[in-house]
């Protein structure tokens, strides 16, 4: 908003004084604007529309278009500085009428309206890469098997994996937390998340994000690779799908409706209609 528009087109067979222009904004004809061109000195929220041109010879009329013209609203993202600790943060989740922010340096960071933060005690000096809200606990993962949990993102218990393996992603589903991370690392604790245990996987592939399906679990690596889990978290199966040859790409989100897993990694998407198994 607030910048000069053009709309112009071009006629053949003839000067553009031999035809005669109408522009158009959402099907309705715009006053003046019989020209080649349609200049908006200040384009604003009044103007956005589908555009379209009439053009005419006096005895054949086509048209040009529709062309869609949109104003960005400024104010749907509003920076919040990182206040009041100044460390990166890498995730946040919402539940228990708060918004709960983990980072870098074992930093927790809480927010009811997402305006105004707070700092939480300080864990041991170990980042956090995730965490997750399962309608009554908070579970954080980090560094050096880093675990802590909350039921209100205020309190906060410190667990451990038994092992410095860092963890890069958790999630709740089917009454168990699973949190992933390096050398294909992926333990399993009841719903207090008080003890994990760890599985074996048949690879060594940092794991990096993982989902509940409607039937278990996927989990998605780097080199491409997708991981397959039972509803109860200790069978797996690894897959790699091959689009274009390009299996090395790593793998880092995957997200699930339904039937449908979708991952995203370095320029591949990859969607499955099957819980994952294709």
């Known amino acids: 908003p607030g910048q000069s528009f053009a709309l112009s087109i071009g006629a053949a067979g003839g000067a553009p004084a031999a035809y005669q222009f109408q522009w158009r904004r959402n099907g309705s004809a715009i006053t003046g604007a019989t020209s080649a061109t349609y200049f908006i000195p200040t384009f604003g929220a009044a103007h956005a529309g589908d ?4 053009v005419s010879d006096g005895t054949t009329q086509i048209v040009g278009g529709p062309v869609a013209a949109r104003v960005a609203n400024p104010d749907r993202w509003v920076w ?5 600790t100044g460390n990166d ?5 919402y539940g228990a009428g708060r918004y709960v922010a983990v980072g ?3 930093t ?6 997402g305006t105004d933060w707070v700092a939480q005690p300080s864990r041991p ?9 399962n309608g009554s606990l908070f579970v954080a993962v980090g560094f050096q098997g880093n675990i802590v949990t909350s039921p209100d993102g205020l309190e906060w218990t410190q667990r451990h994996i038994g092992a410095p393996t860092t ?9 168990k937390w699973i949190a992933v ?4 690392a992926l333990y399993t604790a009841a719903a207090a998340a008080e003890t994990w245990t760890e599985q074996i996987l048949p690879i060594t592939e940092p794991i990096n994000d993982l989902a509940p399906t409607a039937t278990g679990f996927v989990a998605v690596a780097n080199n491409g690779y997708i991981h397959l889990g039972d509803s109860a978290a200790t069978t797996w199966t690894t897959s790699r799908p091959a689009v274009d040859g390009a299996t090395s790409f790593p793998l880092f989100d995957v997200a699930v409706r339904g039937t449908t897993c979708v991952a995203s990694g370095a320029r591949r998407v990859y969607v499955s209609t099957d819980s994952g198994a294709t």
């Open 89 to 93: 943060l890498r995730a946040v989740a």
């Open 181 to 184: 991370g390096a050398g294909g």
């Open 125 to 133: 000096p170990l980042g956090f890469n995730d965490i997750f809200f």
């Open 104 to 106: 870098l340096a074992g």
């Open 51 to 54: 555009y379209d041109v009439t």
């Open 80 to 84: 919040r500085n990182r206040l009041p």
């Open 108 to 113: 927790i960071v809480t927010s009811t309206n």
């Open 167 to 175: 963890l890069a992603g958790v999630t709740f589903g089917h009454g």
